[in-house]
């Protein structure tokens, strides 16, 4: 679920008309935590990374983002600081628009409800995550990131499987799952033996959307029971 997938063609292309284009490089802060919210970016190709900063200092992956998504949306509309940091995690193209004109679009097509219908949704389902990584073992930890990132970037694949384009698989699905990159590499490495997944160099490609939930889930009857393989995780 995504802004434009809320709305019709016509009112994302109002959006995306009122806005200034502009592209980022990988590696671009396109919106910085902590600072105030005078613009949102619509984006419109590539994708980005949310990361917040922790009590102790430390940088967590919260999400990955793609074309669809309005980013700042909620600093736009209560005032308030950033509340994440959001990076080109690859080259991005982004329509920004001042926060007093995103405003005005919202009230002119009453969107309160869908901001706040979205907001509430990303929420729930960061909680879940979270709660679910606190007590799967190491596999089916990463199944359960993988089946969420398929939902959230996924795109359908010419055979039938899913891709998830990301870039920097290993290091950056390690670091969502709160795991080392070995950890990650074993975990990953079990899923593609089982016939799950192909993990590419910049993409990993889901072959078995049912068995890869069957994991996330730590069932047993997983094929090879690789979903119960693995250390349960300390957070």
């Not at 290993?170 to 950890?183: D, V, Y």
Request: proline letters at 3%; aromatic letters at 4%; a positive charge.
């Amino acid at each position: 679920m995504n802004f434009c997938s809320l709305v019709s063609a016509d009112v994302w292309r109002d959006l995306v008309e009122r806005g200034r284009r502009r592209t980022f490089r990988r590696g671009s802060v396109l919106l910085r935590e902590g600072e105030s919210p005078d613009s949102v970016i619509a984006l419109v190709d590539g994708l980005v990374k949310v990361t917040q900063i922790n009590e102790c200092g430390d940088e967590l992956t919260l999400m990955l983002r793609g074309p669809g998504e309005v980013l700042g949306e909620m600093g736009a509309l209560l005032g308030r600081p950033r509340s994440a940091t959001v990076t080109a995690f690859r080259p991005c193209t982004g329509i920004v628009l001042p926060a007093h004109a995103f405003r005005g679009y919202i009230e002119r097509h009453r969107l309160q409800t869908v901001v706040y219908q979205l907001t509430v949704e990303r929420l729930n389902s960061h909680e879940r995550l979270r709660a679910d990584l606190a007590h799967l073992p190491r596999v089916s930890r990463m199944a359960r990131i993988v089946s969420h990132l398929a939902e959230e970037i996924g795109h359908q694949h010419g055979d039938g499987g899913l891709v998830v384009e990301l870039g920097m698989v290993r290091k950056e699905l390690a670091t969502m799952a709160a795991m080392s990159r070995s950890s990650a590499l074993d975990a990953l490495s079990q899923l593609q033996a089982a016939g799950v997944l192909t993990l590419g160099r910049r993409n990993l490609v889901i072959n078995d959307v049912v068995h890869l939930r069957a994991a996330a889930r730590d069932e047993k009857q997983f094929p090879g029971g690789v979903g119960c393989q693995g250390d349960a995780p300390s957070m």
